[in-house]
């Protein structure tokens, strides 16, 4: 069992990316612990959905889904085929595959997120492309145009938490300019 430092969790992101990112690399698996911390980080709504698409597939328990899973990404030929992996035999949806993904391999992906779609100005319906082929080319123009961003200093990882950064700050002050009410759509 892993010995946890429980003051690490409290920023789960630097957890994930110096301690679960480092043991998937020396290991070539996880534990559902650090699997669900993952999953918590991008969308904590959606732990008990993906819990229970994991026992689907038959494992007696988590942990047996998520080392078989892992370990077959870190099997996988090449990024596409680890991406292929968790959309057509694990049933994730983009958003989350490309944040596993992204703890996992952090030089070759980023998370698809609605917020760097808005801050480059465009991708918006990637997630809803039901042909792989399809759906992995404009995912590898969608890092390529992370990869574009500026400022040019910064890793992929950094550019994607910049973009963030960038959308929710604008939304930030168009919500107080806007005093936080909902514009009246007119009929």
């Known amino acids: 069992m892993i010995e946890i430092d429980y003051l690490k969790l409290y920023d789960l992101e630097t957890y994930l990316f110096e301690k679960v990112s480092r043991r998937f690399s020396d290991l070539g698996y996880l534990t559902a612990f650090d699997f669900f911390c993952i999953v918590i980080w991008k969308a904590n709504r959606s732990k008990s959905i993906i819990a229970k698409r994991l026992l689907a597939q038959e494992y007696p328990n988590l942990d047996d889904a998520v ?7 870190a099997n996988a030929v090449d990024d596409k085929a680890r991406m292929k992996a968790l959309i057509e035999d694990w049933g994730f949806r983009l958003p989350m595959a490309s944040a596993i993904l992204t703890v996992l391999y952090p030089d070759s992906f980023t998370v698809y997120d609605w917020r760097v779609c808005e801050a480059i100005g465009g991708f918006f319906n990637l997630h809803n492309k039901t042909n792989f082929d399809s759906l992995w080319n404009d995912y590898e123009a969608f890092v390529a145009a992370v990869n574009k961003a500026e400022p040019s ?3 992929l990882r950094d550019k994607d938490r910049w973009l963030w950064g960038k959308s929710f700050c604008q939304q930030l002050k ?7 009410q909902k514009k009246k759509v007119d009929d």
């Open 153 to 155: 200093e910064y890793s």
């Open 67 to 73: 080392v078989a899973l892992t370990k077959s990404l």
């Open 174 to 180: 168009q919500d107080i300019a806007e005093k936080f």
